[in-house]
Antibody, heavy 124, light 111 residues
Framework: QLQLQESGPGLVKPSETLSLTCTVS??????????WGWIRQPPGKGLEWIGS???????YYNPSLKSRVTISVDTSKNQFSLKLSSVTAADTAVYFC????????????????WGQGTLVTVSS | QSALTQPASVSGSPGQSITISCTGS?????????VSWYQQYPGKAPKLMIY???KRPSGVSNRFSGSKSGNTASLTISGLQAEDEADYYC???????????FGGGTKLTVL
């Protein structure tokens, strides 16, 4: 059974860089069938796609966050990571990592496995 | 890119049917059949309930169904049960984003 687990500091100071890692177990991050993504959810609010990455390193970012986001992959550790720079209180959210894949051979790509999420609070 | 528009809340009594709408544009819902719906319980990760507008992943109850008309997609839950009380989010592929956009979410209350 595929499992994803987010890890990283739960508290980040304003203007600093938020860094999170997602460790994938029960499957290979190097599979050509999947992408890997980060989604966040501010307290009491909706979901927002941050960005996604392919095992080869190709990245795709939400235009509204693109200038501050870097997503990378480490296939040797079966992990992918998120860095969000110059954070403010508005970046306080639960951050989820997820796998993006086809549900069947002809379907589009969807978030089919998720981590449990980790709350990151931006505060001094 | 603007979020898809969903009603903030809907409610229904056990056994009834409810429908949640998700309104987009010709750049997303209206053109592409890559609409999905996720169910989220408080403090939990979302779960895929519907994909490709109307398909159900293995293990999802057939009480959940999806459809689309024009720029609006819909999720219908029939035979409402207490366990259906959750937040529901739609997503759609868009011409400007391979990984799509989310709706604002709808809180379903089972009365």
């Amino acid at each position: 059974q595929l499992q994803l687990q987010e890890s990283g500091p739960g508290l980040v100071k304003p203007s600093e860089t938020l860094s999170l890692t997602c460790t994938v177990s029960g499957g290979s991050i190097s599979s050509s069938s999947y992408y890997w993504g980060w989604i966040r959810q501010p307290p009491g609010k909706g979901l927002e796609w941050i960005g996604s990455i392919y095992y080869s390193g190709s990245t795709y970012y939400n235009p509204s966050l693109k200038s501050r986001v870097t997503i990378s992959v480490d296939t040797s550790k079966n992990q992918f990571s998120l860095k969000l720079s110059s954070v403010t209180a508005a970046d306080t959210a639960v951050y989820f990592c997820a796998r993006v894949g086809r549900v069947d051979d002809s379907s589009g790509y969807y978030y089919d496995y998720w981590g449990q999420g980790t709350l990151v609070t931006v505060s001094s | 890119q603007s979020a898809l528009t969903q009603p903030a809340s809907v409610s229904g009594s056990p056994g009834q049917s409810i429908t949640i709408s998700c309104t987009g544009s010709s750049s997303d819902v209206g053109t592409y059949n890559y609409v999905s719906w996720y169910q989220q319980y408080p403090g939990k990760a979302p779960k895929l309930m519907i994909y490709d507008v109307s398909k159900r992943p293995s293990g999802v109850s057939n009480r959940f169904s999806g459809s689309k008309s024009g720029n609006t997609a819909s999720l219908t839950i029939s035979g409402l049960q207490a366990e259906d009380e959750a937040d529901y989010y739609c997503t759609s592929y868009t011409s400007s984003s391979t990984f799509g956009i989310f709706g604002g979410g709808t809180k379903l209350t089972v009365l």
